[in-house]
Structures are given as C-alpha cells and as structure tokens.
C-alpha cells in the first residue's frame, strides 16, 4: 500500500510519459488532459524548449538564496513578467505557488498600508464562492464553507460578497446593470464592514474550480475598480488559474482593461515544469514598504533559478507559438461545441466560460435551475466515467449557496480542431453513460 496520501486514500494508474495533450500509464493506457493537471499545465507537456532550458539552468546553477545572489534566471523571468502586465505593475516578488502568492499579495497591502499611515485597514473582501488558497491566510479569503469551517477557530475570516452568478439569478450577463448590481453588493459591504478598516478587495476575473469558468458580467469588474478607489481599498486580481494565456490573453483581466494594484499568478506561469508563482504588485506600493524597512516575508525558495528557468522559457514559448491567440480561437470552437452537447443532452444546465477556462453545469430541471440530487455526487462520478474513456477533465460541487455540479473542460493552449473532436466525443460518451446511470 502506497504510504502517500492526499485528500484521501484513492490510488491512481502510476504517471509514465506525457507529451503535449496526452499522457499515458505505467499500462501504456493513454489520456487526453482535458484539464491541464488542473488548469496547470498551459503550454502542454514536455515542451522541448523548457526542458533545454532547465538543463542549462541545472548544469548552471539550481539553488542560489536570495540573501547572498540574485540569479539571472529570475532577473529575467521578472522583466519578462513585468513586460506582461499592466503599466506600472513591474515589481516581482517570486514564490512556489498560488496560495503563497495570495499570502504574500495580502501581507505586501497591509504593510503598504503600515507605511502610509493608514494602519487600522486590514480586512480583506472577497466572494463566495471562491478559492484563494489553502494556508491559513489564503483560506481566510476563500469563500468555500466545507474548506474553511474545520479551521475558522485558528484563522480570522474574512467578509465576503456574493460571486455574480448570474445565470442562477435569471439576469442577462451582458447587460450593465447587471455587473453593476453585483459590484454594488462589494460597496455595501464596505459600508458594513466600515470603510476605514478594509484593505483589499480579492477577485478571480473568470472563476476557476469553485464557480466553474463564471465571467465576471458587463461592467462588473470596471465598477469594482471604481468601488476600491472611491473607498481608497486595493484591488488584487487572483489569476492563478486565469493567468498565463488561459483565457485568451496574458491575464484574464485583460478582457476588460481594468487595472488591478496586485496580481498574484502560479499554475500556467510554471506550467507544471516547476513549482513557481509571483506577485507583481503596483511600484507604489512596494517602494513605501521598501524605505519603511523592508517587506516582513519571504520564502526559502523564492526566485529558485531552476523554477524561474523554466518559467521564462514557458513564457517565451507563449509567446513564440501564439498560445494566447489560439486559446480565444480554440475556446470559441470549444465553447461552441460544449453547447451542442447541452442541445442533446438534458442534464447539462448551463455552458460558460472564456478562452480555454470552459464549464459545464448539471441540472435536473433547466427551468428551476435545479441542481442534481447531492447524493449522486454527479461531479465526481462524471470525472470517474470520463477518465475510463481516457479523458480528464475537472470537476467541484459548489458548495455555498447554491449547489451545483460543474465539469471543467480546460485543456493546454496548444489546442487544436483534432483535440476538440476527441474531446466532445469523450464528453458525449460519457454524458451518454452518466444519464444512463442516473436515470430513475
Ligand atoms: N487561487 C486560485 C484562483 C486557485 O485556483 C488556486 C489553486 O487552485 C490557488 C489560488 C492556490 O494555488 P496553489 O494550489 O498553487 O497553492
């Protein structure tokens, strides 16, 4: 018996070889990654140019701490990051993954906060539902009561406002006043919370595993910025699963042109090569913390040569093969064809998302909006059926408030017309099995 574990016990086939969108068993049993890990691995796997890369990082150099060098391997990830993100945006603190960098993203605002001399600011607003991490802190944020509930007595929660999930509500995504009305509900809450003691507001443009690809409504996140500035309150943009060209452009909040004071970034940025994240935060916030004595955190392996060798050399090759351009056109396609599976197939409820971020919801009732029964664990159950066929794809039960089962479909970028067949195809199959299993 494995003497590994991890949220449970269960044994998977042993991982062999993976190569673009494909990856195979110790039984030479092949899968389609329909997930990317999850919504990991954005460029696919075993791309040439990284491995080159990180050989010539490891016979370099692999570990130099940041007290005594700085390397060129992470000089340069962080000027080609930098190069990435909204203007001003260019100073670049590294980590090992997503709920580091949301740690450090909340630190980096409350001691901007210290340093100007608004010291009473330190709550943190974010959505529920929502997922920003597992450490204590990052978890204070997340808005998912079955991950949270069993460690509320040893972390200060955090106050949240309702995700705009406007497909359940019955308001048309697309109009205005509908991101207008969700965005108001973060003023509210605010003025509730008193407007002198909030922080930062923390937001994934395009939700990942806990709303399943929701797109933030017209308007939504352009009100959101004008919220934070009226209150004087940070924005930080969590695109840890959004980033790195998932959506189709560079960071999610691109679509919109809203400028956010922190991004905090991991998955596609490693792309599964190394375990790599950063903050890029504002240079006005930074410089305070710096001449007021210096950023109070830090991790061992921050800037780590090997992880930033890989993460540049991941960058390049989105930029050399396009990625970005493709997961729009690929996503379109994607999207599309998810819609026809909801045509023939009654227990899909709703289809969303943008770029290569796609989701599927099951509903036993469209009209009501229904969810299935929460005994059948249909999301699970799902992903299980699907992987027989050799497909993975992502799945999670909502949680909070409305219940809900959603499949991720979010393959690597390098996606073409080819994959996608394959992909509905194991979709359709399994939806077949699925309604067969369910049905009374
Ligand atoms: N933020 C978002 C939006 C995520 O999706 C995740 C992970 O799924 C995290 C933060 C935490 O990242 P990690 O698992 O690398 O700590």
């Known amino acids: 018996m494995s003497k590994l574990f991890y949220q449970g016990r269960g ?58 060098f700085e390397t060129e391997a992470s000089e340069n990830m962080a000027e080609k990051l930098a190069e990435k993100m909204p203007e001003g945006l260019d100073r670049v603190f590294f980590v090992s993954g997503g709920s580091e960098a949301v740690e450090s993203a909340m630190k980096l605002a ?63 995504p697309d109009a205005a ?31 990942g595993a806990s709303t399943g690809a929701l797109v933030s409504p017209a308007g939504y996140l352009e009100r959101v910025r004008e919220i934070c500035d009226q209150y004087g309150i940070l924005l930080i943009l969590d695109e840890v699963m959004t980033g790195a060209g998932r959506t189709g452009a560079f960071l999610g909040v691109d679509h919109w042109g809203v400028r956010p004071d922190i991004v905090v970034m991991s998955k596609g940025i490693g792309s599964g090569y190394a375990p790599l994240g950063a903050m890029v935060a504002d240079r006005r916030l930074v410089e305070p913390v710096l001449d007021a004595g210096g ?44 819609n026809g599976l909801m045509q023939r197939h009654e227990i899909i409820g ?49 949680r909070d408030g409305v219940e809900g089962d959603h499949i991720l479909v979010c393959p690597p970028l390098i996606l073409n017309e080819g994959h996608i067949d394959e992909i509905i195809e194991g979709l359709d199959e399994s939806l077949v099995q699925f309604a067969q299993e369910i049905a009374p």
């Open 350 to 398: 709703d289809v969303r998302g943008k770029g290569l971020l796609t989701a599927f919801e099951f509903m036993s009732d469209r009209s009501t909006k229904a969810p299935l029964p929460k005994q059948l664990n249909a999301h699970q159950r799902f992903v299980d059926i699907a992987y027989e066929r050799g497909l993975i794809v992502y799945s999670r039960r909502t």
């Open 11 to 68: 044994r998977k086939p042993v991982l062999d070889q993976a190569r673009g969108v494909y990856m195979w068993d110790k039984n030479g049993r092949r899968y389609l990654d329909g997930s990317s890990g999850a919504m990991v691995c954005n460029i696919g796997h075993s791309n040439d140019h990284v491995l080159a890369a990180m050989q010539r990082q490891m016979e370099k150099s692999t570990f130099g701490y940041r007290l005594h």
């Open 295 to 338: 950023f109070a955190h830090g991790f061992t392996y921050a800037g780590n040569p090997l992880a930033c060798a890989a993460g540049l050399a991941v960058l390049e090759e989105i930029d050399r093969q396009d990625l970005c351009t493709n997961a729009a056109a690929m996503g379109e396609k994607l999207l599309a064809r998810l």
């Open 110 to 172: 409350r001691q901007y906060a210290l340093a100007v001399g608004q010291g009473e600011r330190w709550k943190i607003i974010s959505r529920t539902p929502s997922y920003h991490g597992c450490t204590l802190g990052a978890l204070a944020t997340t808005g998912y009561t079955t991950l949270t509930a069993p460690f509320e007595p040893m972390m200060r929660v955090m106050p949240k406002v309702p995700a705009p999930r406007a497909y359940l509500d019955g308001l048309d």
């Open 177 to 207: 006043a509908t991101g207008r009305h969700y965005a108001d509900m973060l003023a509210r809450r605010i003025e509730e919370e008193g407007p002198e003691n909030v922080l930062a507001f923390i937001v994934e443009p395009i939700g």
